[in-house]
């Protein structure tokens, strides 16, 4: 794209991204209210305390600290032992109280790292801060009205701060990929973009190259997609770019993203953080943080994805390739785990190479054609695994294997009980009697039979065309085509 040769010659596009991810905890951050709310009809996951009557007493929810601290420890953040929540004031609809509690100077964590692989090259992003706060009301707008639904009002919003380390769109994209990855792998995020329980907002400026002091920056925000997130700041960049270029100024704003007319449109000018008047909230005792539990939580941490791609490629010997589509997705990785775990096949090498050309191939067509996620997949490991089996004890054809793992993916059947339904006659092995089939296809075949020979070798899968009819399907097509090549080969016609 054009913008790759501006920003090579001429500019250097700087970007932070900061993440917001709504916590999987069971009730709110300060009050007992149940967080499960996405169907819910409005307004009736609510209490005073979620509301913001005045005189309520906010009480801190002990497993959003933990989650935070697991993210902040999975993003190799420093934890400090005494941390504390604020108000962060504004007056908005969607903010019941007319402050946020949130965290200003000491947040639960801060100077990590996380890193991307972009280009065959490992990036470094830092992490300034991951820290907590709560989430707003929702507004809803109508033809001359808004409605209020306070059913997200107080749900753990926890938020990762990176440094402006990205230096294009794609690095964005790329890091918002792993962070989601991450948050999915620690069970701390539905990581859902598109149902806005993980939201992403972008700092991004443009300076010549060689400058040192950073250009005027905007915010982007709406962006509901990471290929959104490339996209808007792809066109805030060009954008900023062609203004700097026709000598106008670039102005310190927030603008929103257009996903329908691919356009960021200006929204209001940003605020500055003096504007909030932060101050230590008042009804919350400080968090101390004792270096046991932080080594606790550390202990508690699950395989991240960066240790499973590594661990797939030295232990199975996957390629990067496949170890990085197994790994991107955790439950995708998951069902490939359980696969190997219960086939038979000998040799760890063989079986997990099996058994990842079998997910990632045919488990994952089924599944797209299906328009099915994984954790709907309705062939359980033991059916994947049955598949593997039956076909190496070549007890079916690689052709039947995939007619039959179709069935047991309808069916919900063992490829077992399939192959014995449909009465399959296990694939012709007699070498001595295939190769008797093949030398009747040869004779009766002749015209096929020159033309391979003087160059036609097109007339090659007519001949085994023949020979898988003849064995009504139950030769294998690759040693059928060995004997036929063998044959053709030192016989004249
Ligand atoms: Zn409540």
Not at 68 to 89: G, H, V, W
Not at 216 to 221: F, P, Q, R
Request: proline residues 5%; negative net charge; contains cysteine.
């Amino acid at each position: 794209m054009a913008i790759d040769t501006v920003v090579t010659t001429e500019f250097e596009i700087v970007i932070g991204l900061e993440v917001h991810s709504q916590l999987l905890t069971r009730s709110k951050m300060f009050c007992s209210c149940s967080t499960d709310y996405a169907y819910a009809a409005p307004n009736t996951h609510v209490c005073p305390i979620c509301m913001g009557m005045p005189g309520v007493l906010p009480v801190i929810n002990q497993q959003a600290v933990a989650y935070t601290i697991m993210t902040a420890l999975a993003l190799n953040c420093e934890i400090p032992q005494y941390s504390k929540f604020d108000r962060k004031n504004y007056p908005y609809p969607d903010l019941m109280k007319g402050y946020q509690i949130s965290q200003y100077d000491i947040p639960l964590s801060k100077n990590g790292y996380l890193n991307i692989e972009h280009n065959g090259q490992t990036k470094r992003v830092g992490i300034t801060r991951v820290h907590l706060e709560e989430d707003t009301a929702r507004l809803l707008h109508f033809d001359g009205y808004s409605l209020v639904d306070i059913n997200r009002s107080g749900t753990p919003l926890m938020e990762i701060v990176s440094e402006p380390d990205m230096r294009s769109p794609e690095e964005a994209r790329l890091y918002m990929q792993k962070l989601r990855e991450i948050l999915v792998y620690l069970g701390v995020s539905s990581g859902r973009m598109e149902e806005g329980s993980l939201r992403c907002d972008a700092n991004i400026s443009v300076r010549p190259k060689g400058q040192k002091e950073l250009g005027v920056k905007t915010e982007i925000k709406n962006m509901n997609s990471f290929r959104s997130v490339e996209r808007a700041l792809t066109y805030e960049a060009q954008r900023q770019i062609e203004l700097l270029r026709s000598g106008h100024p670039i102005h310190q704003e927030t603008r929103g993203w257009v996903e329908t007319r691919g356009i960021t449109v200006s929204q209001r000018s940003k605020e500055y953080a003096h504007d909030y008047r932060y101050f230590p909230e008042p009804d919350l005792p400080p968090l101390l943080i004792s270096s046991d539990w932080v080594e606790e939580l550390r202990r508690q941490l699950p395989e991240l994805p960066d240790a499973r791609r590594i661990r797939y490629m030295r232990d199975y010997g996957l390629s990067a390739q496949d170890a990085n589509v197994l790994t991107e997705d955790k439950a995708l990785g998951d069902y490939f785990e359980q696969v190997l775990a219960v086939s038979h096949r000998k040799g760890l090498k063989d079986r997990a190479r099996a058994a990842a050309n079998l997910v990632l191939n045919d488990v994952v067509r089924l599944l797209k054609s299906n328009s099915l996620s994984v954790s709907e997949n309705p062939l359980s490991p033991s059916a994947s695994a049955n598949l593997l089996d039956l076909l190496e004890k070549e007890r079916i054809t690689g052709k039947q294997a995939k007619d039959v793992l179709e069935e047991a993916f309808a069916s919900g059947k063992m490829p077992e009980m399939i192959v014995k339904e449909k009465g399959i006659e296990p694939p012709i092995s007699d070498q001595s009697a295939l190769e008797q089939i093949v030398e009747e296809v040869i004779t009766n075949n002749s015209k096929a039979v020159h033309d391979y020979q003087s160059g036609k070798t097109n007339a090659l899968q007519a001949l085994i065309g023949q020979v898988m009819k003849q064995t009504r399907g139950q030769a294998k097509a690759d040693s059928v085509r060995k004997i036929l090549v063998e044959k053709l080969d030192t016989t004249t016609n």
